[in-house]
């Protein structure tokens, strides 16, 4: 190769060396999750769906989840904070499954063989607001 086909070759290519090649974005995949039956519907109808309507329901679900556990939350931590300091009450943890079902529901659920989420919450009183209430 002869120093005149390298410069040719750079005459006829337009692009700048510094300039970056473009890339493509890269796509993120929606977070989906194992959808199960409503515990005591009995049996199991199992529906032939696209790939897209399972998408959309594993979303719903997950989002319902997440609904579900700031307002289970917000409930109990708003009792706890009613009881007074003078009780002893340090900390207080709840532990809960969520069943996330083929329909885009999320519902509390006792068992542990049909759960798909395990929450535990725990609120833990301040030392310090605990010193400051006594005086």
Known sequence: M???????KNKNDDTDEDQKPEKEP???RPLLAELGHIPGTGTIKMTLVSAKAVEEKSI?????????IKEFSKLVGDSVEEIPL????????????ILLTTDGKAILTKSEKEKSLKVTLT???????????KY
């Open 123 to 133: 609120w833990k009183r301040d030392e310090k607001n605990k010193e400051e209430e």
């Open 2 to 8: 002869n120093l005149k086909s390298i410069i040719d």
């Open 26 to 28: 890269a796509k993120v």
């Open 60 to 68: 719903s679900s997950i989002n319902n989840a997440m609904i579900l």
């Open 86 to 97: 003078e009780h002893g009450l340090s900390q207080v943890q709840l532990d809960f499954n």
